[in-house]
Every structure is written in structure tokens, then in C-alpha cells.
T-cell receptor
Framework: GDSVTQMEGPVTLSEEAFLTINCTYT??????LFWYVQYPGEGLQLLLK?????DKGSNKGFEATYRKETTSFHLEKGSVQVSDSAVYFC?????????FGAGTRLFVKA | DVKVTQSSRYLVKRTGEKVFLECVQD?????MFWYRQDPGLGLRLIYF???????EKGDIPEGYSVSREKKERFSLILESASTNQTSMYLC??????????????FGPGTRLLVL
């Protein structure tokens, strides 16, 4: 069945460092790909998405490109801030169901 | 602004109690979902519903049931709570049409402790 694998955390970075969180997927068909973020004490919220191959999703300085050839959707940000500390989930949606990765916790130190 | 609300942020129940978790969305979404979130396991789908009175089992439905009598409301029921159901429960909704199709909108979660 469909699945999502993302890098384990926690990831600890200093402010202004470059961030990459890896995400790969297996899927039949052509799913849409998502990154969701969960801040402490809250539910998940959409960070960015891409609906077809080679699409780039971007929001708040984060970006990810839908790579069909490598079945990947890696999240990147050029300069992280303390306020980016959260748990990040990669996900794919095909039809009714969404499959989530296990989540990667990011700590950003001042 | 889109909104999904859950009836409680924190609940403490005793083993064997019947527990109701309520979720309401104001976006007229067809689909609603219940997940549980546990450390290291990510989100696991318990049940979902694609229409009023319709329900489908997710990956871990055992020990749970659901009810969707109105489009905006989706209830999760723990028939007889057990300690292994201590978890964070997240409700979500989405639509398969429109500009934000497939994007899931989440409530703030209910943290349930079963003693």
C-alpha cells in the first residue's frame, strides 16, 4: 500500500541555519503531496503542498518540490528561526485517505 | 476562516467508561476523519466518513465507533475505555473539490487519559 517515510528527529539547528527534512513516498497513481506543521499544543496545519510532478510548493520561506523520478518531497528552508520549532509531517493524499509520515521534530536554538 | 473544533482539550476517564469525543467543522466539507497521534507512530486513521450516516474503517478501528448524523458533526465513541486508548485524538475534515481540495483541516486535538 501507499506509504510515507521521513527522516527521524529530533533535528536541532541554530537560528539562521539551513534546514532539510527528507521525505520519500511509495504510491500507486499520482497522489498530491503535503507538508503539515504542528506547533506545541495545537493540531496540524497545512504548510505547503504540490499536486503534480515538478510542482514546487512554498510558504513562509519553506519550499518542497514534487520529484516523481526519486519519489521524494524534501522540505527546505534557507534560514530557520526559533519560531519554526515544531513537528513537521510529510503526507500524501490519493482519493479519500491521507497517509502521514511519523513526523520530524525540529528544535531551533537562538 | 476555516474552523474545526473539538469538544474538549483534555479528558480524564476511568477504565470501562464510555467516552464521547465531538468534532464540528464549519466549512461544509463532505469528509471527516478521526486520528490518534502517539509518539513515534505519527497519525493513525481510526475512522472516516465521506457523507452523512456513512462511515469507513481506517487502520485501527478496534475499540472505537463513530457517528455522523449531521454533515458538520462527527463523533468518536470509545465503547469501553481502556488504558491503551490513552492518546491524543485529532479530528480533521476536507473536501475533494475546490481550490483547497484534499487539504486536511485539523482541530486542536483532545488529549485523553484513561486511568
Amino acid at each position: 500500500g501507499d506509504s510515507v517515510t521521513q527522516m527521524e528527529g529530533p533535528v536541532t539547528l541554530s537560528e539562521e541555519a539551513f534546514l532539510t527534512i527528507n521525505c520519500t513516498y511509495t504510491a500507486t497513481g499520482y497522489p498530491s503531496l503535503f507538508w503539515y506543521v504542528q506547533y506545541p499544543g495545537e493540531g496540524l496545519q497545512l504548510l505547503l503542498k504540490a499536486t503534480k510532478a515538478d510542482d514546487k510548493g512554498s510558504n513562509k520561506g519553506f519550499e518542497a518540490t514534487y520529484r516523481k523520478e526519486t519519489t521524494s518531497f524534501h522540505l527546505e528552508k534557507g534560514s530557520v528561526q526559533v519560531s519554526d520549532s515544531a513537528v513537521y509531517f510529510c503526507a500524501l493524499t490519493g482519493g479519500f485517505k491521507t497517509i502521514f509520515g511519523a513526523g520530524t521534530r525540529l528544535f531551533v536554538k537562538a | 476562516d476555516v474552523k474545526v473544533t473539538q469538544s474538549s482539550r483534555y479528558l480524564v476517564k476511568r477504565t470501562g467508561e464510555k467516552v464521547f469525543l465531538e468534532c464540528v467543522q464549519d466549512m461544509d466539507h463532505e469528509n471527516m476523519f478521526w486520528y490518534r497521534q502517539d509518539p513515534g507512530l505519527g497519525l493513525r486513521l481510526i475512522y472516516f466518513s465521506y457523507d452523512v450516516k456513512m462511515k469507513e474503517k481506517g487502520d485501527i478501528p478496534e475499540g472505537y465507533s463513530v457517528s455522523r448524523e449531521k454533515k458538520e458533526r462527527f463523533s468518536l465513541i470509545l465503547e469501553s475505555a481502556s488504558t491503551n486508548q490513552t492518546s491524543m485524538y485529532l479530528c480533521a475534515s476536507n473536501s475533494l473539490a475546490g481550490a483547497q481540495k484534499e487539504t486536511q483541516y485539523f482541530g486542536p486535538g483532545t488529549r485523553l487519559l484513561v486511568l
